[in-house]
């Protein structure tokens, strides 16, 4: 018996010895685990951020705007007298050049009413020299030689407003242009209101666009313009020639009219016109990211990075964009911003840039101070 006691407590000494150890060393390790999180909370803990390099770019202040394409100049083919037209002179959607000849109508009453005129005349003259020769000799009044002068005159007069009357019976190319489609033929009795055909000075064209009348003051005579059309991927280019002086009360824009070489007539009056207007250009503008910006009730501040630590530098800032913006002062290229993690930073903290951003295009699209 005393020997199975005895047994009994060396097996229970063992087990408790084994449980002991088990705890001692789970305290051991509690105790080392604690030290080190001690060790490490007592040294500076370093942020994880992006950084950003900031560099210079150019800045195209750029404004778009809707437009539409004109005709340089454009005027209806239509008579001055009603007749019949007889003859056309002009082939539809071809050139022509200033002072051709593009309709002529029935001139036969023109023509005999010139040539009785022109007989008449002949008399006239005859008498008037007749009465001239014999005042000289006394044979009539100086009255009656005057009367005769003034039939002379008269007649002359009839003549100048017949052959005006013959010049409308041709209608001529009042500039150079390309002529439409026409409306009549030979033979068909036009008025002075009946539409023969139009023509149009396709080059150079009109760009006529609007724009928001506080960009007033960004634009003069004499700037550029670029544009593209629905037909073509290919960016035109034209000079902005004559502003409206009244601000449209309705859309409170000002219209704009730009004039657009043309000379492989390869825009056509009409056509839509997504315009582009280069506001202003500054060659060396600093732009960074726009969640590099703090704002502040009174002024703006960006994080840069300094050994390894971060601090705060008050901006100015220019113009803004989607994602960037301009700083005017405050920073140098060089500098590296902090671009993340901006709740968390205080000033002299310690930091670590894992990521750098890189530089992105920028151009405005109407940006505002």
């Not at 003259?125 to 001239?132: D, F, G, I, P, W």
């Not at 002379?152 to 009357?165: F, K, R």
Request: no cysteine; hydrophobic share 40%; net charge positive.
């Amino acid at each position: 018996m005393n020997a199975k006691r005895i047994a009994r407590w060396f097996l229970l000494l063992g087990v408790l010895a084994g449980v002991g150890y088990l705890v001692y060393g789970k305290i051991s390790r509690g105790q080392k685990k604690k030290a080190q999180i001690t060790r490490q909370s007592s040294g500076p803990k370093e942020l994880l951020v992006d950084g950003y390099v900031v560099k210079t770019s150019k800045l195209s202040n750029t404004l778009d705007a809707s437009g539409t394409l004109q005709s340089n100049e454009v005027t209806n083919i239509q008579a001055e007298i009603s007749a019949r037209v007889t003859g056309i002179y002009f082939r539809e959607g071809k050139s022509v050049s200033k002072g051709a000849v593009l309709v002529k109508l029935y001139d036969g009453d023109q023509l005999a009413q010139l040539q009785k005129l022109k007989t008449q005349k002949l008399l006239a003259e005859t008498t008037l020299q007749r009465q001239k020769y014999l005042l000289s000799r006394g044979g009539v009044s100086q009255q009656e030689t005057d009367v005769a002068a003034s039939q002379v005159e008269s007649i002359d007069a009839d003549i100048a407003l017949t052959e005006s009357q013959l010049q409308r019976t041709q209608i001529r190319a009042p500039f150079s242009g390309v002529v439409g489609l026409r409306n009549v033929s030979v033979g068909t009795v036009v008025s002075p209101t009946t539409i023969i055909a139009s023509i149009q000075q396709t080059n150079p064209l009109k760009l006529d666009f609007s724009i928001p009348e506080k960009y007033t003051e960004a634009l003069k005579v004499g700037d550029a313009v670029q544009f593209t059309v629905a037909s073509d991927r290919t960016t035109h280019r034209g000079t902005v020639y004559a502003i409206e002086p009244q601000v449209d009360p309705t859309t409170r824009t000002i219209r704009l009219r730009a004039r657009v070489p043309n000379p492989n007539y390869a825009l056509s009056p009409g056509q839509f016109a997504k315009v582009r207007l280069e506001l202003s250009s500054t060659p060396e503008a600093l732009m960074i990211p726009s969640q590099a910006v703090i704002p502040g009730a009174r002024e703006k501040k960006v994080a840069i990075a300094r050994n390894g630590k971060a601090a705060f530098v008050t901006v100015e800032t220019g113009v803004r964009e989607a994602s960037t913006v301009q700083i005017l002062s405050g920073i140098q290229p060089g500098d590296t911003l902090i671009i993340s993690g901006m709740m968390q930073l205080k000033p002299n903290a310690a930091i670590k840039i894992v990521r750098m951003q890189k530089q992105a295009v920028v151009v405005a699209q109407g940006g505002t101070r």
